[in-house]
C-alpha cells in the first residue's frame, strides 16, 4: 500500500506564490513518474506536471513559466512552485506516482481569489 499526501493548498490572491508538496509512504518499490494533476469545478481532471525518475519534467500549456515541478533525492516527495497565479488556477490539485501502478492523494484545494 501507498499513500501520497498533499500539503499546501489554501486561498491565494491572484499573483501569489503557494509551493504544494506531496510525501510518499508505505510499500514504494520505485516511482518512474511522478506528478499534479488539477481538477476545477465541473471540469475533468488535467494533467499539470509531470516529473521522470530521469528528470524531465513536463508542463500543461496553460502554466508553462509560472510553474515549477521538482522531486527530492530520494524520490518520494514531489513540489509544484507555483507563481502568477490566476483565478482560473482555482482546483482540486492531486499529486500521483507511477510505479508500477497509479497512486493518487487526496488532493488539496487551491482557491485563487481576484
Known amino acids: ?10 486561498l491565494v490572491e491572484t499573483g501569489g506564490s ?12 520505485r516511482f518512474n513518474i511522478m506528478g499534479w494533476y488539477r481538477q476545477a469545478p465541473g471540469k475533468q481532471r488535467e494533467p499539470v506536471a509531470t516529473l521522470t525518475s530521469g528528470g524531465s519534467t513536463n ?9 515549477n515541478i521538482s522531486g527530492d533525492n530520494a524520490e518520494t516527495s ?8 490566476k483565478p482560473e488556477d482555482t482546483a482540486v490539485y492531486y499529486c500521483t506516482a507511477y510505479g508500477p501502478e497509479w497512486y493518487w492523494g487526496q488532493g488539496t484545494q487551491v482557491t485563487v481569489s481576484s
Open 1 to 10: 500500500q501507498v499513500q501520497l499526501v498533499e500539503s499546501g493548498g489554501g
Open 18 to 29: 503557494p509551493r504544494l508538496s506531496c510525501a510518499a509512504s508505505g510499500n514504494i518499490f
Open 59 to 67: 508542463y500543461a500549456d496553460s502554466v508553462k513559466g509560472r510553474f
Open 78 to 85: 514531489v513540489y509544484l512552485q507555483m507563481s502568477s497565479l
